[in-house]
């Protein structure tokens, strides 16, 4: 069991708003003081670039970058380093991985992807398959959010060899459905196609083994899990991480180029990238990792799932309130206020000081499936408590037209 008092101690952002029920974290976390430490020691004490310099400190910060490498491939149990790109968040890994696909694909190839989707993995989906002529196909989702495994294996049927990519998040973050990926992996496989992960709102909250899931390519934030913003994750088998097209090209990831326009690459993971990297942000990812693995990813995940329970048994004592998502299991709840707009009740829960996520989240096209647009979200961490929950919903119970009104006079 979590000690969350003292866990609560290692994050400046509590020790500043004491009062503060934070319940925003599918969007982003707080960090703890070893992660900020590790921003302050690169910029205070070794502040020089990588892979550039002929100095010690150079080559002590490029041996510390490698490390953070090293460090993200073991958290997810990559095979090797190499494996690891770094980016600036799961939408930048996201798009690298679409457009560095593309040249790979043909006229009539189809994208499966499904409308729970965040915007980062269907936009640069929706432009490849424009450029390049491809179809894309939706796979139909239960109520709570889950890809039916038959409906999935109904599509693979219908377009056969022509499936070339199958794209979806481990766990929406509307919803919090959590995917069965090691099922969907052997299917997706079976005809060929390669299965893309967005992870960027499950690695933060369970053990993530990438081998184990057989995923292809992943993609995650490291704001999300207690690290910097401006760092993510790319991770790719390492063969077809190869054969991906860099996005970006320039100084760090050529080993040579001339007038011609002859262009040698570094190898991989070096060529994808390209510019002076996100030094501080690779190293505080690292400590966040580092910080997530001491307290143990599973036991995150228990905490979570019981802190969502407790939640869900709670809201639903409350007439006033609907859930959207009373059986998923990761630490997101859905829900809505009897005729009131998310938005209002979003501010309502502020005056409280409860930060939640109103809107749609941008899964812009999952209203399909839950019948509105616009939910409020709250979204838990392991370092949230029972007395969150209760103060939480003790304000939902006071969400209704006249009180949400009331604020704005
Ligand atoms: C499921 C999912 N995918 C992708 C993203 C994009 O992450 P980022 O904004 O860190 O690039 C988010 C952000 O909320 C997300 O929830």
Redesign the pocket.
């Known amino acids: 069991m979590l000690d969350v008092n003292e866990i609560k101690k290692d994050f400046p952002m509590f020790r500043k708003h004491q009062n503060m029920i934070y319940l925003d974290n ?2 982003t976390t707080f960090k703890p003081d070893a992660v900020i430490s590790a921003l302050n020691r690169y910029y205070e004490e070794a502040s020089v670039n990588i892979e550039r310099g002929d100095y010690l400190l150079s080559h002590e910060v490029s041996n510390d970058y490698e490390d953070a490498r090293l460090s993200i491939a073991k958290f997810i149990n990559a095979k090797r380093k190499e494996e690891i790109v770094f980016t600036s ?4 890994s996201l798009n690298m991985i679409a457009y560095g696909l593309m040249d790979q694909l043909q006229e009539g190839d189809v994208i499966l992807l499904n409308y729970a989707e ?1 915007a ?2 269907i936009l640069c989906w929706f432009d490849v398959a424009r450029k390049k002529k491809c179809q894309i196909a939706y796979i139909e989702l239960t109520m709570d959010g889950e890809v039916c495994l038959d409906k999935l294996k109904a599509k693979l049927d219908e377009y056969g060899s022509r499936v070339k990519i199958v794209s979806m ?1 481990y766990v ?2 509307v919803l919090g459905f959590k995917q069965d990926i090691t099922k969907i992996a052997a299917m997706v496989h079976e005809y060929q196609a390669l299965l893309v992960v ?1 992870g ?2 499950s690695v933060p909250h369970m053990k993530t083994d990438v081998q184990l899931l057989d995923i292809d390519f992943l993609a995650f ?1 490291g ?2 899990m207690c690290g910097p913003t401006g760092i ?1 994750v790319l991770y790719g088998k390492f063969d077809l991480l190869d054969r991906l097209k860099p996005l970006r090209y320039g100084g760090g990831a050529n080993a040579r180029f001339d007038i011609e326009g002859n262009v040698l690459l570094q190898t991989t993971p070096h060529k994808f990238e390209a510019g002076t990297p996100n030094i501080a942000g690779a190293l505080g990812l690292a400590a966040a990792v580092r910080y997530l693995s001491d307290i143990g990813m599973d036991n995150i995940e228990e905490y979570e799932k019981e802190l969502k329970k407790y939640m869900v048994e709670k809201l639903q004592e409350l007439p006033n309130i609907k859930i959207y998502n009373p059986h998923t299991t990761s630490g997101i709840v859905a829900f809505n206020a009897d005729g009131v707009f998310a938005q209002d009740a979003g501010s309502y829960l502020n005056t409280r000081n409860i930060c939640v996520r109103s809107g749609n989240h ?1 899964a812009k096209i999952l209203h399909n499936l839950i019948g509105t647009d616009q939910t409020c979200r709250a979204s838990l961490y392991f370092y949230n408590t029972k007395a969150d929950i209760d103060a939480f919903v003790n304000a939902c119970a006071e969400l209704n037209i006249e009180n949400c009104i009331n604020i704005f006079f």
């Open positions: 599918s969007a968040g799961a939408t930048d965040h980062s993995n998040a929406s973050n967005d960027a709102q934030s704001h999300k993510g941008c």
